[in-house]
């Protein structure tokens, strides 16, 4: 399998995550974002959106769609899971992951807030990208808080975690880490998030993650 990334994309980071998870070996083939590469014909020829990632089995299909990949690494590759089997539970944790992954990360991307510049300034674009990204990440924390089992006595932190639903990792924890990144990148002040911390401090421990994060990567600067 061929992964086109880019170390610093978080779509991207999210399926080196399930990629290790599973176990899978891949070859990943650098797109740099910064000279537009993912715009050029090659690369739409693989992802008509232009955008990273794109998963390229071994047998030439071509996946995108960061979620859409790693709901296909799921269903092919069931163990070890990264959903439960509980359809409540999975339908929370995918709440949670639509929370950030189709209403948060794709109105702060590159090609938006380039947009937002062009048509206004880097400063209008830069607190576009901050405010979006904290109201993601309340409403995710939010979505966390409704889990929590029992008070016990703890006044500002999570009450089942480490990680965003319980003892064990989940799809939920993939999307998380990665958005943080932007998070810091704009400013946005992490401490109303406790939860969110929970997990990512815990995610930075696994395996799959360390062998994911960006400066890990063949193309990290
Ligand atoms: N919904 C897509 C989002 C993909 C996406 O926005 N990728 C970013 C990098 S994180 C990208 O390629 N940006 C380049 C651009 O906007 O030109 C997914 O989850 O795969």
């Known amino acids: ?60 299909t071509l996946l995108t769609q960061s979620l859409a990949i790693l709901e296909w690494l799921e269903e092919t590759h069931p163990h070890p899971a990264f959903l439960p089997a509980c359809p409540i539970t999975r339908a929370k944790i995918r709440a949670l992951v639509l929370a950030i992954a189709a209403d948060t990360h794709p109105i702060q991307n590159l090609g938006v807030l380039n947009r937002i510049e062009a048509l206004t300034n880097a400063d209008t674009a830069r607190t576009w990208a901050h405010d979006t990204i904290a109201r993601g990440l309340a409403a995710a924390e939010a979505l966390i808080a409704q889990n929590d089992g029992p008070q016990d006595g703890a006044q500002n932190g999570p009450q089942n975690g480490p990680y965003a639903f319980g003892p064990l990792p989940t799809l939920a924890d993939i999307i998380i880490t990665p958005q943080l990144l932007n998070a810091r990148r704009f400013g946005v002040d992490l401490a109303p998030y406790p939860r969110i911390r929970a997990s990512e401090a815990a995610c930075a421990d696994l395996p799959a993650f360390k062998a994911a994060h960006p400066d890990t990567q063949p193309d990290a600067d």
């Open 1 to 60: 399998m061929r992964l086109y990334t880019y170390f610093r994309s978080g779509a991207a980071w999210r399926v080196r995550i399930g990629l290790h998870w599973k176990g899978l070996p891949f070859e990943s083939v650098p797109v740099d974002l910064r000279t537009g590469a993912q715009r050029n014909p090659p690369y739409r020829a693989k992802n008509p959106q232009g955008l990273i990632p794109a998963l390229e089995l071994d047998d030439g």
